[in-house]
């Protein structure tokens, strides 16, 4: 079997691997609303008979508190490494669906792209793995790698129900790779493999005042404003190039070589034209450090919202009661979320404004997460993707979290690769989401290759 | 005539008099909503004849571009001083109804107390004015001063129409003083003459970066943030202790004499009871002034209100694209509102975050406004309600800003004099507005006292 054979194999079944997805795309499991429970687990069902059709073995629909995960394998090529093969079947809302041209659980392709909720996030990128392993069962009877395939249902509510079902079922998992498909490119015909994602850390910050709203005349100026307590303590978090101001927030960072960043400088970012695109004149933050790397190797502390007081149209002369603020930090490796949050806390504490008292929530964390970019099964992907996208792979990583890799990272303890074939243009969670098969034709070429890449891999 | 003759003369006629007060308070005389601009001209009709039965003459209903002026005067005291008394007929909305215990516009009266909406703001206090005039030319035949008066229908909606009528009337309306009962006492049994109040002036502030929200993971620590922004220049207004930090802006304070302030001190303000009403354990502000200066004699400048960003449940990890203020300044003599937007507006271009636009929009302004305390007119507006509470009065300053009150003294150019019977318990604008009847009793026998002692006043 050589290359050749699988590019046919692919184009001669494309339009049947095309229908096979469509009634895969029709199901609508939108895991986030109870009235698609059903749903869910006719996703799962789907999941086991196509899993099963592709040649994998023990496929098993496992339940949790939440939705089931699908499990399936093959583990029959003795003495070759793992691969684990991490996605989910569950879906994003589809609100607002009036904006939808056609509707979001009847597939339609137009202009080569495949037009339906999921199509990109993540039941078209699911399928090709699927699709890859059959081809390769189908020509060879064998696969070069033995491979898992763990399918989630709770991936778009934050995965609630998968660290205990990782955690319970660690044996059952192990392998010497993760492999997921759910993130992008860096552009169309660029590939890229993602090898970094930045961890999160929030807390809401609550000030309260006085009992009640209190009329600015009769008590402003003699009268501590919670609107003006929560503004000091904001302000004090960084300073006005963005430098966080948080005692100790910097003390785990861990340095980031000269090789790194140089290959983050060859990369071919265009900082115009990203700033075009999200429409602003200049850009902003730690001296020292490029766009890229304040998003990707920088920690960083957003305020995300600040209400407090009348928002309403005109003038409303009031000293509110209260005021809150959400803040969430994006963490890079060594931070740790909870060490995190205690050094906000005790920030918080320091800089208490007079007259008010302060409360503080903690918000969902997330570990950073790195696979070192030099690891041989990252740069075995980007091989991979350059034989068949004729260019060189970019490595990066993204400035997001997706604490589930980090969970995975830590309880399983072998490293994650990202290979994403999604575009950013492909309003994954938005009207209209589709799916460029151009990647989907490219992508069942690049993971099948990869499969024969990470055979060579030391175990 | 003397002081028994007047209160016997209230004692008679006090049932006809709250009957004829409660007919007046069946009219739903609502300045803001459309629905009740026929009852804005029943309202006016209503004066009209009760001002006629007292006794005034050339009572007129005067068009405006909004709700109709009505006028009356009584001009036959030759060589004695005029007063001019404002009021006005026109209430707040009721909403939320349910929470009223006998409907807003059925009078009932309990405990002494009468309920209904404009029963203390301000149709209550208006009628007492009518009434004292009606009982002089009822045992007398005679006022001991001239006697004009001016009602509007839309001081609840900010009185749009009144200034330009005061402009277009300055002759017709000519007087000595202005008599004005639409404030409150100091408490229960203590009677205040309010001399002073702060001005306003206030700006809106917009703060605009990114064309959309963006999300905080791959754009966060690269772009300024509009929320971190807008908390720079706010932070930027004032110090710690709310000494405002703009530029300028206490130029034209004018200096409180140690006399006065020795007044506030002497006045029976307990501190504790204050913080304990609103609920805080500490108060706040400028060192060197007490809780009564800084809310009375002192400039504020406070954030009435932020919005930006996610404020729903839990978390939301976005970079918006906007954030947005509103601020207001409570001013004293001699800041100009006009002055101040200038300076606050100077303020923020020199505090401008980097990588955003920010716009203003300035509200309306309203003058501080202050007759001096020692005034003739005013100490003898303290003597009447002496006469009658037979407890010292209080000369206060009030926080708040009525605009009017500063138009008045702008236009006319005579001093004002702030003779209040609401108390502050009288839940005005609130469900269950009343007026508690003793001070209906005893304020018919202080403006009639007041009449006396404002005919001795040198012209």
């Known amino acids: 079997m050589n290359a050749t054979q699988i590019d046919k194999y692919f184009k001669d079944h494309r339009q049947a691997h095309l229908e096979e997805l469509k009634s895969f795309l029709r199901i609508p499991s939108v895991s986030s609303l109870s009235e698609h429970k059903a749903d869910m687990q006719k996703g799962a069902e789907w999941l086991i008979k196509s899993l099963t059709k592709a040649g994998l073995e ?11 995960v699908v499990y399936a394998d093959w583990l029959h090529a003795e003495g070759k490494p793992t691969i684990l093969v991490y996605g989910h079947y569950d879906v994003q809302p589809v609100d607002p669906l009036h904006l939808w041209e056609t509707p979001p659980f009847d597939p339609h392709v137009r202009d080569n792209k495949l037009y339906a909720r999921g199509a990109s996030d993540d039941k078209g990128q699911v399928f090709m793995h699927m699709k890859a392993v059959e081809a390769l069962l189908d020509l060879n009877g064998e696969l070069p790698v033995n491979i898992k395939f763990i399918l989630e249902g709770e991936e778009e509510i934050g995965s609630p129900s998968l660290p205990k079902y990782v955690e319970d079922n660690k044996d059952k998992l192990s392998a010497d790779i993760i492999v997921i498909s759910d993130t992008g490119m860096q552009g169309p015909g660029r590939p890229a493999v993602c090898y970094g994602l930045r961890g999160l850390a929030g807390i809401q910050i609550d000030v309260n005042g006085p009992k009640g709203d209190l009329h600015s ?19 004090s978090f960084r300073d006005k190039e963005g430098v966080i101001q948080v005692e100790g927030f910097y003390d785990d960072v861990r340095p980031v070589s000269d090789e790194e960043r140089a290959e983050f400088a060859a990369l071919d970012f265009d900082l115009e034209n990203e700033k075009q695109a999200i429409g602003i004149s200049e850009d902003f933050g730690e001296k020292g450090y490029s766009f890229v790397e304040r998003t990707w190797i920088r920690p960083t502390l957003e305020v995300n919202g600040i209400t407090g007081g009348f928002s309403g149209e005109g003038i409303k002369t009031v ?19 909870d060490d995190i949050i205690a050094k906000l806390k005790a ?15 903690e918000f969902d964390k997330g570990k950073p997460f790195l696979t070192p ?14 034989k068949v996208y004729q260019v060189p792979t970019a490595f990066t990583r993204m400035g997001g979290s997706i604490p589930i890799v980090a969970a995975f990272d830590e309880i399983l303890g072998f490293p994650v690769v990202l290979m994403g074939f999604g575009l950013a243009s492909e309003n994954f969670h938005a009207p209209n989401e589709h799916f460029h098969l ?9 993971i099948s290759d990869y499969l024969f890449e990470a055979s060579t891999l030391g175990q």
Chains 1, 2 share one sequence.
């Open 58 to 68: 023990n496929a098993s629909i496992d339940e949790t508190d939440g939705h089931p």
């Open 373 to 386: 970019y030099d690891h041989p099964a990252i740069q075995a992907a980007g091989r991979s993707y350059e």
């Open 347 to 361: 920030h918080v504490e320091a800089h208490k404004p007079a007259g008010v008292t302060v409360d503080i929530t």
């Open 319 to 337: 000293l509110p009661a209260e005021a809150s603020s959400k803040i969430t930090c994006r963490l890079v490796p060594d931070q740790d979320p």
């Open 217 to 235: 005349g009769l008590y402003g100026g003699a009268v501590q404003n919670p609107l003006h307590a929560i503004v000091e303590i904001l302000e």
């Open 438 to 446: 151009e990647n989907f034709d490219k992508g069942l070429r690049v």
